[in-house]
């Protein structure tokens, strides 16, 4: 399957907890996304990298979250201390990026729900 | 700031008719990409069709068509023939291009839930 995966797909955790998210792009895709959905609302974007680098990140992502592509591979998205309001889907998606002023599209994963109680 | 409004949050339609889902966005930028995806119930978000701000003609893929009106900053599409398969939720979303560091990220409207009726 050459497509971008997200692990685990679901998850259930108490308030106050960590939980780290991971995601493996499509091969050779320079470019990873992290997108935020909340019930009943479109994706809304919290960070990007470029290779291993972290070019931008959403005024949405608290200091509670941090995100890291160490190797320019896969990623990962750790949320410190959760709250309930972190209760959403989070999405990855990848692309191969030659050019910031050419298209390039996104291919997403499947994501990862996650449910603090 | 970029915003995308959908304002139909649910729509229906007959199997084998005609559907159009509509989308406003707000924008001051000249380069610039707008989007239709599709995410199936429990299953990964889709790409469904894309227009080039720059280009006057309306995309068209199979089914799917858009209404791109620059001017009036309105991007709709329309779904002909519709199947059972198409019934999804639909996000209309704006990417705006640059230079050196531009991140390219995707905003995304609230979405249009679309059911086709057997």
């Known amino acids: 399957d050459t497509g971008v995966s997200q692990d685990p797909r679901h998850k259930i955790t108490k308030r106050g907890q960590n939980v780290t998210f991971r995601c493996d792009p499509i091969s050779e895709h320079n470019r990873l996304y992290w997108y935020r959905q909340t019930l009943g609302q479109g994706p809304e974007f919290l960070t990007y990298?470029?290779?291993?680098?972290?070019?931008?990140k959403s005024r949405l992502l608290s200091d509670r979250f941090s995100a890291e592509r160490p190797k320019g591979s896969f990623s990962t998205l750790e949320i410190q201390r959760t709250e309930q309001g972190d209760s959403a889907m989070y999405l990855c998606?990848?692309?191969?990026?030659?050019?910031?002023?050419?298209?390039?599209?996104?291919?997403f994963g499947p994501g990862t729900r996650l449910t603090v109680l | 700031a970029q915003t995308v409004t959908q304002s139909q949050p649910e729509m229906s339609v007959q199997e084998a008719e005609t559907v159009t889902l509509s989308c406003t966005y707000d924008t001051s930028e000249n380069n610039y990409y707008l989007f239709w995806y599709k995410q199936p119930p429990s299953r990964q978000m889709i790409l469904v069709i894309r227009?080039?701000?720059?280009?006057?003609q309306n995309a068209t893929e199979n089914r799917f068509s858009v209404n791109f009106q620059k001017a009036a900053k309105s991007f709709s599409l329309k779904i002909s023939d519709s199947q059972l398969g198409d019934t999804a939720m639909y996000f209309c979303a704006f990417m705006k291009l640059g230079f050196g560091g531009a991140t390219n990220k995707l905003i995304f409207g609230t979405g249009t839930l679309l059911a086709v009726q057997p």
């Open positions: 227009q080039e701000a720059y280009k006057q």
């Open positions: 990298f470029q290779n291993e680098a972290q070019l931008e």
């Open positions: 998606a990848s692309s191969l990026g030659l050019a910031t002023n050419s298209y390039n599209e996104q291919f």
